[in-house]
């Protein structure tokens, strides 16, 4: 996709990075989002409140996935019953990211604080988070699917709340969006996630609890040109960690004209003679990434044939 024309400084290149630290009895995942977030908001066209909801939820299901295997996929469905209605994101262990809102033209009020109002646009509700190996190659072996209820609707503290509950793993996680005033666009995105796990000494629990209480907001970091490198030492408190992997982050999605074709196949005969009498052509948009696919004429008469003779 071509990259839009601003008058903006260019933003740091997105990535992920996974260490550890105090005898791996820690893990810390950072990351910057910003072009992905933006990417996002561009395809669908989404409205301020409505892009950072969908700009922290990118960037939680990429913190999450840091540590998936080949052909795992993980989603996100923040299920809510506010404005923005549901967000749905998925991120695999290559870094790709994609990801959608069920009401991208959505814009609240303030808070009193002067933020974002996410909270309130996602409303009250259920996350669900679904871990799925083999799903790109056709079968989907034993998902794993946990659910929690959305306690504030502000993504980070969900997650949060998600994994300290549901995956028993103590967590601290900062997600942030930041918008440009005048273009309106993401100028910064990313967040860290930190995890302790059951052998964590208390003194380094005691560091960490303050170390994340004294970080300054992800966007603040970000904008003030931060890398993962830098937002790990700030999360980490200064602690000595071991980098474990470091990788690009983009927006990607699966869908190809090709699965389009297979999509209306599907539906079978009946159902594609009737779209070639009536509009003599099928359109299907993507949820994920907003693309169009156009079956013409001939392509809706291939797939005729290919049934008719298979
Ligand atoms: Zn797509």
Not at 238 to 245: D, K, M, N, R, V
Request: one cysteine or more; glycine letters at 8%.
């Amino acid at each position: 996709m071509q990259k839009k024309k601003t008058d903006e400084p260019s933003a740091q290149p997105d990535r992920l990075l996974y260490a550890t630290a105090a005898d791996n009895t820690v893990r810390c995942v950072t990351a910057v989002t910003t072009n992905l977030a933006q990417e996002a908001c561009q395809r669908h066209m989404t409205w301020k409140t409505a892009s950072v909801a969908l700009g922290r939820a990118l960037t939680g299901a990429a913190l999450l996935a840091s540590q998936m295997k080949e052909l795992e996929r993980l989603t996100l469905h923040f299920q809510g019953r506010g404005p923005l209605g549901s967000i749905t994101v998925d991120a695999d262990a290559h870094g790709r990211v994609r990801g959608f809102v069920q009401n991208p033209q959505t814009e609240l009020p303030l808070r009193e604080d002067g933020k974002i109002n996410v909270g309130e646009a996602v409303g009250k509700g259920v996350l669900h988070v679904i871990r799925d190996a083999g799903v790109e190659i056709g079968f989907s072996k034993d998902p794993y699917q946990g659910s929690v209820p959305l306690v504030t609707g502000e993504i980070a503290e969900d997650l949060t709340f998600y994994l300290t509950n549901s995956e028993q793993i103590p967590s601290a996680m900062s997600l942030g969006v930041y918008m440009d005033r005048g273009s309106g666009h993401v100028s910064a995105a990313g967040g860290f996630l930190v995890q302790v796990m059951p052998d964590t000494p208390d003194h380094i629990i005691t560091h960490l609890e303050n170390a994340v209480l004294n970080a300054p907001p992800s966007t603040e970091m970000i904008r003030g040109g931060a890398t993962p490198e830098i937002i790990l030492e700030i999360a980490l408190g200064g602690l000595e960690a071991t980098i474990l992997s470091s990788k690009p982050l983009h927006f990607a999605c699966t869908c190809s004209q090709e699965r389009a074709v297979s999509i209306i196949s599907a539906l079978g005969k009946t159902e594609v003679r009737d779209m070639l009498e009536k509009d003599g052509q099928a359109e299907l948009t993507c949820h994920y990434c907003n693309s169009t696919y156009l079956l013409n004429r001939d392509d809706l008469e291939n797939i005729l044939n290919d049934t008719e003779t298979s």
